[in-house]
């Protein structure tokens, strides 16, 4: 991470998407967190706005932010800006 910014968003209920035991998931999840990660878990990406581009380098720097808008089964929709974003 190198002192970036880093936001995990999981549709299923704990990371993992439910392949991992809950007690490996919350431990690994714990980890994550401690490390500086935010993660949002019962979340949808709904879509993803902003500039286009098919690839990046480590000199590629967008000339403005990604809009990601998510929805959250309890919290409702809600968006944030990106740099980069992986699926």
Same mark, same amino acid.
């Given at each position: 991470?190198? #002192?970036?910014? /880093?936001? *995990? $968003?999981?549709?299923?209920?704990? $990371?993992? @998407? @439910?392949? =991992?035991? @809950? +007690?490996?998931?919350?431990?690994?999840?714990?980890? =994550?967190? !401690?490390? #500086?990660?935010? $993660?949002? /878990? &019962? +979340?949808?990406?709904? #879509?993803?706005? @902003? %500039?286009?581009? +098919?690839?990046? &380098?480590?000199?590629? !720097? %967008?000339?403005? %932010? =990604? $809009? /990601? !808008?998510? !929805?959250?089964?309890?919290? #409702?929709?809600?968006?944030?800006?990106?740099? *980069? *974003?992986?699926?």
């Amino acid at each position: 991470r190198l #002192g970036s910014t /880093v936001t *995990v $968003i999981e549709m299923a209920q704990s $990371i993992g @998407g @439910g392949l =991992l035991d @809950g +007690t490996i998931a919350s431990t690994f999840t714990k980890i =994550l967190q !401690k490390q #500086g990660l935010t $993660i949002h /878990v &019962n +979340t949808r990406v709904m #879509g993803v706005e @902003g %500039p286009s581009s +098919t690839s990046i &380098n480590k000199d590629s !720097k %967008p000339d403005s %932010p =990604l $809009i /990601v !808008k998510v !929805k959250n089964d309890v919290k #409702g929709d809600s968006q944030f800006e990106a740099d *980069v *974003v992986l699926v």
